[in-house]
């Protein structure tokens, strides 16, 4: 709130019969004051050395205030904290969420594959079960941001992912390290997508949360899986594919 006051004022203690007296202001004016005053400490009007009457504290609300009071909703199943976010920024991130979801949901099909006893590759099956886990993360993180925003999180399916990833050409390796280098690219378009319908409607705070937690973080999970692939053609599908396993495996934080 806006406090008017003239050259001086004093506050009263409400237990006591003295004032206690307050710093002289430059000139009679509008000056920004707080509402904590302390215990037991309220504003009063007090006198000037010649015995006149000073000005009392006004209080005088904001306009603005008063128009943002009027947007508060009534409607019990409305949002109290929703404000400047558009319905197309709330739908983009519910299916930003189910992107992030599909990811994981293949990546731990990836996982359950190399885990197998005849399959036997450790250190790929880590890295994807750490990469599922990390993508589940994301969406956890949308939604905490879509409830943060007053929006509604509004879950989708998720599609049945492949058992299978043995290639006849490629190897199993090859092909699923090609597969997830899609998918992150994928991840990274949508990403770039929604940063799109945060500045399309002037939603800043949504364009400075994608930028800020997701979008470096594809870039590099892209360069380190586009990394992978380049390796395991070197290798082919035959010793070296053990061997950069276990380089996976020893590996601290492989996930994408």
């Not at 050395?49 to 199943?77: A, S």
């Not at 993360?137 to 941001?145: D, F, Q, S, T």
């Not at 997508?193 to 400075?208: R, T, W």
Request: one cysteine or more; a negative charge; hydrophobic letters at 40%.
């Amino acid at each position: 709130m806006l406090l008017r006051t003239a050259s001086s004022f004093s506050l009263l203690k409400a237990n006591a019969d003295h004032i206690l007296p307050l710093p002289n202001s430059s000139s009679s004016g509008i000056i920004r004051y707080s509402q904590s005053l302390g215990k037991n400490m309220v504003p009063c009007a007090t006198k000037d050395t010649n015995n006149r009457p000073l000005t009392g504290v006004v209080f005088e609300p904001f306009e603005e205030v008063k128009k943002e009071l009027d947007l508060v909703t009534t409607v019990p199943q409305a949002s109290l904290a929703r404000q400047k976010y558009t319905d197309d920024c709330e739908a983009t991130i519910n299916e930003q969420i189910n992107v992030e979801y599909n990811v994981s949901y293949v990546y731990h099909a990836m996982f359950a594959y190399f885990d197998r006893d005849n399959v036997a590759l450790k250190g790929l099956a880590k890295f994807f079960k750490e990469s599922s886990e990390e993508e589940r993360a994301h969406a956890g993180k949308l939604m905490e941001y879509q409830n943060k925003r007053g929006g509604k999180v509004k879950l989708q399916s998720i599609v049945m992912p492949l058992s299978e990833f043995d290639h006849e050409e490629k190897g199993d390796a090859l092909y699923a390290m090609e597969l997830a280098l899609s998918l992150e690219k994928l991840t990274n378009e949508k990403l770039l997508n929604l940063h799109s319908v945060a500045s399309k409607n002037n939603d800043v705070q949504l364009a400075d949360f994608i930028e800020s937690e997701f979008l470096g973080e594809q870039v590099e999970a892209i360069k380190k899986i586009s990394e992978y692939v380049a390796q395991l053609r070197r290798v082919g599908k035959g010793h070296g594919v053990w061997h950069f396993d276990q380089m996976l495996l020893h590996e601290e934080g492989v996930a994408a």
